[in-house]
């Protein structure tokens, strides 16, 4: 680590790390050697969970590769043998589109029997569904496809069905939305989910291992060592309360989750291949000017006024405002040195795609102002600097904006994480067109994180990306960066070749509790230099007291958005106080 002529550190590692005050970065800012640097080569793909391979059944001929051909068989030899569900867990490029296309067909043809596609929306469906069944020859006659919201309004899924595919699954995490009550009441015989995050959350983990399985909710809890039951809250509404079982660890339940995982793929009900992220990662880190941090603390101060004043769960909904307003100012303030950076790409020959949030001025309550959206500023900037700019968000034509830029007609495609995030690619396929990404706003959902990443890298990309995490030294950010570090950590471990589960980052949610009924204490990062311990510490305070934490009753939580009474240490406690909190924190983290 070393200081740059700014007094910043910049950090080279596995990942490039840059701080820089507001503008431009130096020029050297470290890239990741080895098989994903620019003179590299395609790192191959990774096989993280796979059955024993059953022979060849598919009957039809298919323009597929082996990897796809063991997923399409490993599903239907599961259904074969009375299998309930399966779990395609693929990541971004194997090709889950045409294992969904073929193994649809195939079913069919074995069984007699109908077969529905739900995907996520309309365009996915007649984009990139459309195109591989050209592709393969496959008429979409021979099953009914249909979105989540139609099956949602009733307008699809009304027949009995011998196979119901799921694509883009994780819209069924929550067990209790729209989506995943209406998909729930088909009447099928067999369910096929496909997504590349099953177990990124604690909550998606007890669904998907209850639907492949066939387990109840219940089940699942007991066999990882949780009780579960329904209690009212102070408000009369009912409220799911997850205990730990009397005598059970943490380490238990994370080896509970393992055995489940293994015992599914012993079964033959899930596969999971992954081609590494074809590129390299790097931080900026924005410095806020003095007028910034001003209108920060003043954005904090009045919504933590509002909050403090309010009970119940209007208090939980200012947090949530707030955390808001904070992210949507914070975002905004990223605009000239993005603008700087992609300027300086575009000289390097490189094509620029940039994903963020806000897309139109947003008025901010804190400041009695408007402050710009930062999609809409940029866009207006770079057309000003005669920049050619393609827009994949609200209304405008998504398809043609790929197009657009692929063919070259323009430098630069701006959109939002959930409008790029699938059925576009904005990767190299010619070879010689590099990309960079700029993720100005890193989405904390693992599945939308991975989706973004993954338009720039796909399964025949000719050219390494490099991709751009744009973050400021606010409070909004602190919190975004430590659990993106995380992720990148894993993608980092797949790309060197090592098996990484896909539920790295699950944890057991908050509300779970100790045998006593009590919340238990965990760490959050509070800032650069400082960790917070939150929760119910009462029977450790005597061990945090002693390890030198200082007691305070009105701490800003980041991960709650509440002011909180914690305990302050600095950051080289971090160790220590695992040793003290692990014993009765239900929590999984980074299991590898």
């Known amino acids: 680590t070393k200081q740059n002529e700014n007094g910043k550190n910049n950090t080279t590692s596995a990942g490039a790390v840059t701080q820089v005050p507001n503008q431009p970065r130096p020029a050297n800012t470290g890239s990741v050697d080895g098989s994903t640097g620019e003179s590299g080569t395609r790192p191959p793909i990774v096989t993280q969970a796979s059955p024993e391979k059953a022979g060849n059944v598919i009957q039809g001929t298919y323009e597929i590769d082996e990897t796809q051909i063991d997923g399409i068989n490993a599903a239907l030899v599961r259904f074969e043998k009375g299998g309930k569900g399966f779990l395609l867990a693929d990541g971004t490029g194997v090709g889950k589109t045409r294992q969904i296309l073929i193994t649809a067909v195939e079913f069919a043809k074995r069984t007699g029997k109908k077969v529905l596609i739900i995907s996520e929306n309309d365009t996915i469906i007649k984009s990139n569904f459309a195109k591989d069944a050209r592709a393969l020859g496959i008429g979409t006659t021979q099953f009914e496809m249909g979105t989540y919201s139609a099956i949602r309004t009733g307008k699809a899924g009304q027949g009995e069905y011998g196979l119901v595919i799921f694509d883009e699954a994780h819209n069924l995490k929550n067990e209790d939305s729209g989506k995943a009550i209406a998909s729930d009441n088909i009447k099928t015989e067999h369910k096929m989910f496909v997504t590349a995050t099953p177990m990124d959350t604690f909550k998606s983990s007890v669904y998907f291992i209850g639907e492949v399985t066939g387990m109840s909710e219940v089940e699942v809890y007991n066999r990882l060592g949780l009780s579960v039951k329904e209690e009212k809250d102070k408000e009369r509404k009912k409220t799911k309360v997850v205990t730990l079982q009397e005598g059970v660890s943490p380490d238990q339940i994370r080896n509970n989750l393992v055995k489940i995982r293994e015992s599914i793929i012993k079964e033959g009900a899930m596969i999971r291949r992954e081609y590494p992220f074809y590129g390299t990662f790097e931080d900026a880190s924005i410095g806020l000017t003095e007028e910034q941090q001003e209108e920060q603390e003043m954005i904090e101060d009045y919504w933590n006024e509002q909050i403090d004043e309010a009970r119940g769960r209007a208090k939980m909904n200012l947090s949530g405002q707030k955390s808001g307003e904070l992210s949507r100012w914070n975002e905004s303030q990223k605009v000239p040195y993005v603008l700087a950076e992609v300027k300086k790409e575009i000289a390097q020959g490189r094509k620029v795609v940039i994903i963020a949030e806000g897309i139109n001025d947003s008025y901010i309550k804190g400041l009695e102002k408007e402050v710009p959206g930062f999609i809409g ?61 700029f993720v100005v706003t890193p989405n904390y959902s693992g599945n939308v994180f991975q989706q973004v990443l993954g338009r720039v890298s796909r399964r025949n990309t000719k050219s390494p990306a490099k991709v751009m995490f744009i973050y400021t030294e606010s409070v909004s950010d602190n919190r975004r960066k430590e659990i993106v570090g995380g992720k990148i950590k894993t993608l980092e471990a797949i790309q060197n070749g090592q098996i990484q589960d896909e539920f790295d980052e699950t944890t057991i949610p908050s509300e779970v509790k100790t045998n006593d009924g009590s919340n238990t204490a965990y760490v959050a990062q509070y800032s650069d230099k400082a960790v917070a311990v939150f929760g119910d510490s009462r029977n450790i305070k005597d061990k945090l007291k002693s390890a030198g934490g200082r007691y305070n009753g009105n701490l800003s939580n980041p991960t709650t958005g509440k002011k909180e009474p914690g305990w302050i240490f600095p950051n080289n406690k971090k160790e220590e106080l695992a040793k003290i909190i692990v014993p009765t924190l239900p929590q999984i983290k980074n299991c590898k």
């Open 377 to 437: 500023r940029i866009v207006s900037e770079m057309e000003k600097e005669g920049i050619t700019v393609a827009k994949i968000y609200g209304d405008n034509d998504k398809g043609g904006a790929n197009d657009n830029f692929q063919n070259g007609s323009v430098q630069v495609v701006v959109g939002t994480a959930k409008s790029a995030s699938t059925g576009i690619d904005l990767d190299d396929q010619k070879g010689g067109e590099p990309r960079t990404l």
